[in-house]
């Protein structure tokens, strides 16, 4: 069975993307000042995240009306 990226599925994971992946950066901000490598992890994976929701950003804008 083929995934159907809706737009509305597409919108929802933009939104988990992009928050959750800033939620994970500010978090691992503040874990560094206890556990520098678990808090530099955590910035990069949530650097990572946000970035790809942004991307994502771009391919909603590329697709065509449903």
Same mark, same amino acid.
């Given at each position: 069975? %083929? *995934?159907?990226?809706? /737009?509305?599925? +597409?919108?929802?994971?933009?939104?988990? +993307?992009?928050?959750? $992946?800033?939620?994970?950066?500010?978090?691992?901000? /503040?874990?560094?000042? /206890?556990?520098?490598?678990?808090?530099? /992890?955590?910035?990069?994976? $949530? +650097?990572?995240?946000? +970035?790809? $929701? *942004?991307?994502?950003?771009?391919?909603?804008?590329?697709?065509? %009306?449903?």
């Amino acid at each position: 069975m %083929a *995934f159907l990226l809706t /737009s509305k599925r +597409l919108h929802t994971a933009i939104w988990v +993307l992009v928050y959750g $992946g800033l939620l994970t950066l500010v978090l691992g901000l /503040s874990v560094q000042r /206890s556990d520098d490598d678990l808090g530099w /992890s955590m910035v990069a994976a $949530g +650097l990572v995240v946000a +970035l790809l $929701g *942004f991307a994502l950003v771009f391919v909603r804008a590329r697709m065509k %009306a449903d």
